[in-house]
């Protein structure tokens, strides 16, 4: 069974950092590609941050580039975000999601499997 956990989101204020961690089972973490998605109340799912596990080739979308970071660690089958100099914009429910044809694929509608989420709150 393929699972994602994630953890990590939490209450900050503007200009702090948050890691998010998403923990990985149930499939070879690997040649696929693994995203950070986020959705705020009343708004569209926005694609955060893309990494292809097997290549480390890496997607920001323009709201976040230059401030968050997308890691792995495949030892550990765990998929980062570190957050800094967070902004109340980017409060949301933050998801983890894996798509595992390792295609390099942006749209979430394609993604295989998601997690639970965890929420970031960001006040000014």
């Known amino acids: 069974e393929v699972r994602l956990v994630e953890s990590g989101g939490g209450s900050v204020q503007a200009g702090g950092s948050l890691r998010l961690s998403c923990l990985v089972s149930g499939f070879t973490f690997r040649d696929s590609d693994m995203g950070w998605f986020r959705q705020a109340p009343g708004k569209g799912r926005e694609g955060v941050a893309v990494?292809?596990?097997?290549?480390?080739?890496?997607y920001y979308g323009d709201s976040v580039k230059g401030r968050f970071t997308i890691s792995q660690d495949n030892a550990k089958n765990t998929l980062y975000l570190q957050m800094d100099s967070l902004k109340p914009e980017d409060s949301a429910m933050y998801y983890c999601a894996a798509e595992l044809s390792g295609g390099w694929v942006l749209d979430p509608d394609e993604y295989d499997y998601w997690g639970q989420g965890t929420q970031v709150t960001v006040s000014p």
């Open positions: 990494i292809n596990t097997g290549t480390g080739t890496t």
